[in-house]
């Protein structure tokens, strides 16, 4: 199994970034996946999850109405669309998916949000 995501970087408050997660080595269409962030000095924290088929998705109330995560099940690729930013988002932000009773991450991306 291996996860690897892509697309953090520095943006002002605000701003918008898109991360994504390419999946490989199981069948990403059977599994929900999930985005996770760290922050510095903090413990990993759940911000969004979604269904196998996409059909149900669930945010932290920190996230609702700014992230929104979707996945293209042909691509094995999950997404997470960040909007309106702000520096407390700040974090490592981590990809996903627990295969029977094996949780599998990826290697992460920053996000820095700063003026």
Same mark, same amino acid.
């Given at each position: 199994?291996?996860?690897?995501?892509?697309?953090?970087?520095?943006?002002?408050?605000?701003?918008?970034?898109?991360?994504?997660?390419?999946?490989?080595?199981?069948?990403f269409s059977s599994y929900d996946m999930c985005?996770?962030?760290?922050?510095? /000095?903090? /413990?990993? /924290?759940?911000?969004?999850?979604?269904?196998?088929?996409?059909?149900?998705?669930?945010?932290?109330?920190?996230?609702?109405?700014?992230?929104?995560?979707?996945r293209d099940n042909a691509k094995n690729t999950?997404?997470?669309?960040?909007?309106?930013?702000?520096? /407390?988002?700040?974090?490592?932000?981590?990809?996903?998916?627990?295969?029977?009773?094996?949780?599998?991450?990826?290697?992460g991306t920053q996000v820095t949000v700063s003026?």
């Open positions: 199994v291996q996860l690897a995501e892509s697309g953090g970087g520095l943006v002002q408050p605000g701003g918008s970034l898109r991360l994504s997660c390419v999946a490989s080595g199981f069948t985005w996770y962030r760290q922050a510095p /000095e903090k /413990e990993r /924290e759940l911000v969004a999850t979604i269904t196998n088929a996409g059909g149900r998705r669930n945010y932290a109330d920190s996230v609702k109405g700014r992230f929104t995560i979707s999950v997404y997470l669309q960040m909007n309106s930013l702000k520096p /407390e988002d700040t974090a490592v932000y981590y990809c996903n998916a627990k295969i029977w009773t094996q949780n599998y991450w990826g290697q003026s």
